[in-house]
């Protein structure tokens, strides 16, 4: 199949940071309600790997009950921001669907899975993790900043079975949006899906529901690690 863009409705649309040399690697990132992948764009070009091409889409408008049903970027609905709210279970497993339609069209593209990661920001990086977790590929791993797991309750029965992914995880200690404590229970939720040793959870003090520096260096880290130049 040829590299054609528009056979995947995300990908047509999305902001790709190309490596400064032959890709070999790839991370799909996701932004979080309301944003687009033009500011997660110039923040990843920030920590550019000249192997690495990262692919910014963009979440299509669709009214956000948690906001009064106001229509803004979104990768599903949102009815509330606590572990016990009601989830949008169809929406997520449809965004988790266009996320895993981008990967294929990478590995068609010559960038096989193990060299494939995924991340986001908030409900972006939920979605990565939902859509890691439930891939049928084995990824490289998971940056998943400021976020929990949607439809935790689903969870281990609803893995892929892919124990093995490493996932970072990294949260701002003044986050009042999704509180810092709701990540300490996704990090152990996740230790129940994947091997524990595979779970970084990191704090930032002072950090609100936004990124850092010091964050991004970690993220490049991982980036590098795990998908290191061949």
Not at 33 to 40: A, E, R
Not at 63 to 68: F, I, K, S
Request: glycine content about 8%.
């Amino acid at each position: 199949m040829c590299g054609n863009n528009m056979s995947v409705p995300l990908l047509a649309e999305a902001v790709t940071v190309s490596g400064m040399e032959k890709e070999t690697a790839a991370v799909i990132f996701l932004h979080g309600l309301g944003d687009s992948g033009h500011g997660w764009a110039d923040t990843l070009t920030g920590i550019q790997l000249p192997h690495v091409k990262f692919i910014c889409p963009h979440a299509p408008p669709i009214p956000v009950t948690l906001n009064m049903n106001a229509m803004m970027p979104a990768w599903f609905d949102l009815k509330g921001l606590s572990p016990d709210s009601p989830e949008d279970e169809s929406g997520i497993k449809k965004a988790a669907d266009n996320i895993k339609a981008i990967i294929e069209h990478e590995v068609k593209n010559g960038i096989p899975p193990h060299r494939i990661m995924l991340g986001g920001f908030s409900q972006g990086g939920a979605l990565s993790l939902y859509t890691a977790l439930t891939c049928q590929h084995q990824l490289a791993g998971v940056v998943a900043l400021s976020c929990w797991l949607p439809l935790h309750r689903s969870f281990p029965s609803a893995s892929s079975g892919n124990k093995n992914i490493p996932i970072l995880q990294c949260h701002g200690e003044m986050d009042s949006m999704i509180p810092v404590k709701f990540g300490g229970m996704t990090a152990e939720k996740l230790k129940t899906i994947v091997n524990p040793q595979m779970i970084t959870f990191k704090t930032y003090p002072g950090l609100s529901h936004s990124s850092c520096s010091q964050e991004m260096a970690t993220v490049k880290e991982f980036i590098e690690k795990y998908m290191p130049r061949i």
